[in-house]
């Protein structure tokens, strides 16, 4: 892992196998796995392990030996003795192995052979609130980037519970505790009748010892997705009824001129009402909807472009990209109202089929990789408010410069920097994970988060070059 030979690793494995031949007690196969190379190796052989590999690329394996019941990946890269493991479990696209694999390893590492265990690479775990806050949030970021945190990630896809036992500092054990580590998780797997499934599947790790299911943790991201769902109900309703009559000419207009009324009797209370106030509106669909699809399927073109960019093209690729994401929402805004000249109600109608297909997803996606849920939702709740036809024009400019603040182009941006990564490897590492790893994280930023944006942009950029329409739409927002 990381680049580092694990010549340790590999000489306890190899050891570990002579070790193995000796007894006669294993009732499955043990399978010892080198590879050259830790990310694509590993992927390629359970792929050709499945029949599901790529022919030209990967050739077919002549031996196989049945369903797999786990995984250990052992990494020991340096020769002195270490001081703890870290455990590594996180899988592709947020997938995670059985927690009764985890527990058995930490079970047996830290209560027989007396290794201290740590996670999420907090070396230092005091067990207090800030540490379990920090581990919690780096096991969402890792899951929700939805990369391979280890040569065992590729197995997860299959079904296969794998972790990666990863030796980490410089203490007093040495090869024989993490030998011994090794063959007491082995003889437990040896031991199963079955898959692991008993324990959970869905669930975020406070600590070695703690964790949160997924009964505790999920409605969150479906409270933060039903944002978006009630709002796209609240302007289905509000396109359907007519603007709010003009109170002043009501009150001046006489005879035969005069609108009809309707006189609304209640509990004593008499209320007079024009009959036009509840009429119906009919709901033109087919602008609103085309426009909605169109923008998706534009997501596309980044997807494509970033997946397929030379190593030498891509950061100025990207940074182009950024630039004119900024422009972009002003030339459809344009373009939509030359050509289509959309009434208020199609606009609200954009805005509502935007806001119900992004809460409808958010809401699935959280059953299959909640962080990734759950950060795109925090950042694209602001997309509920835009655009808020009642401001005037210089703040309309101002929730633009916001918006664009919290664009995803912008968004990646202020992450690469904070975490010191060069937009270029970030790319490269997603377009490596979409073709060998199958990480569709790339699937939900441009074809999901980025069109809900764009949308909320166009509207805002509509508002602000078609002032007048404005007017006619603060009386259905």
């Not at 806050?133 to 969402?140: C, K, V």
């Not at 490269?428 to 999901?448: K, N, P, R, Y």
Request: glycine residues 8%; hydrophobic residues 50%; proline residues 5%.
């Amino acid at each position: 892992m990381d680049g580092v030979l694990n010549q340790s690793g590999i000489a306890l494995v190899l050891t570990l196998a002579r070790y193995f031949k000796r007894w006669s007690l294993w009732s499955k196969d043990i399978i010892i796995l080198i590879t050259a190379d830790s990310r694509a190796g590993p992927q390629a052989w359970v792929d050709a392990y499945h029949d599901a590999h790529s022919s030209p690329l990967v050739a077919s394996l002549p031996l196989k030996s049945g369903a797999l019941q786990g995984v250990v990946v052992v990494d020991y890269p340096f020769s002195h003795r270490f001081d703890s493991l870290h455990i590594v479990y996180d899988g592709i696209n947020g997938q995670l192995p059985n927690l009764d694999l985890f527990n058995t390893a930490v079970s047996i590492a830290s209560g027989q052979m007396g290794i201290a265990t740590s996670l999420q690479q907090m070396w230092r775990h005091g067990d207090g609130y800030k540490d379990r806050f920090q581990t919690i949030l780096r096991g969402m970021v890792s899951q929700g980037l939805g990369h391979a945190s280890g040569p065992h990630s590729s197995f997860i896809p299959y079904h296969v519970d794998a972790i990666t036992l990863q030796a980490v500092g410089e203490g007093w054990h040495d090869e024989m505790s993490m030998g011994r580590s090794i063959e007491s998780i082995f003889r437990s797997l040896n031991n199963l009748l079955e898959h692991l499934h008993q324990s959970f599947f869905f669930y975020l790790l406070m600590q070695a010892n703690r964790f949160v299911s997924i009964g505790t943790y999920l409605p969150s991201t479906m409270l933060v997705a039903v944002n978006f769902t009630i709002m796209a109900i609240a302007l289905w309703l509000q396109s359907g009824r007519p603007p709010s009559p003009n109170i002043a000419s009501t009150k001046t207009t006489l005879g035969k001129d005069s609108p009809d009324v309707d006189v609304i009797e209640q509990e004593g209370m008499v209320a007079v009402a024009p009959v036009e106030s509840f009429a119906i509106v009919e709901r033109k669909l087919f602008l609103p909807l085309a426009f909605v699809v169109g923008v998706h399927f534009i997501g596309v073109v980044p997807l494509y472009l970033f997946n397929h960019s030379s190593e030498q093209f891509i950061s100025l690729t990207y940074y182009i990209f950024a630039g004119t994401n900024v422009v972009i929402p002003h030339i459809l805004a344009s373009a939509l109202g030359h050509y289509f000249s959309p009434t208020a109600q199609q606009y609200v109608l954009i805005k509502c089929f935007s806001l119900l297909w992004l809460g409808m997803f958010l809401s699935a996606l959280a059953t299959l990789n909640f962080s990734l849920a759950f950060f795109i939702g925090l950042l694209s709740a602001p997309l509920t408010f835009v655009p808020p036809a009642s401001l005037q024009s210089s703040l309309t400019f101002v929730a633009g410069a916001l918006l664009n603040i919290l664009a995803p182009t912008a968004i990646l941006l202020g992450a690469s920097f904070y975490w010191g990564f060069p937009i270029g490897g970030i790319l490269l590492e997603a377009a490596f994970g979409w073709d060998v790893w199958g990480m569709w994280t790339q699937v939900v930023i441009w074809c999901i988060w980025w069109p809900a944006w764009l949308i909320a942009a166009v509207l805002l950029a509509s508002s602000i070059k078609q002032p007048d329409m404005v007017d006619d739409r603060r009386h259905i927002i």
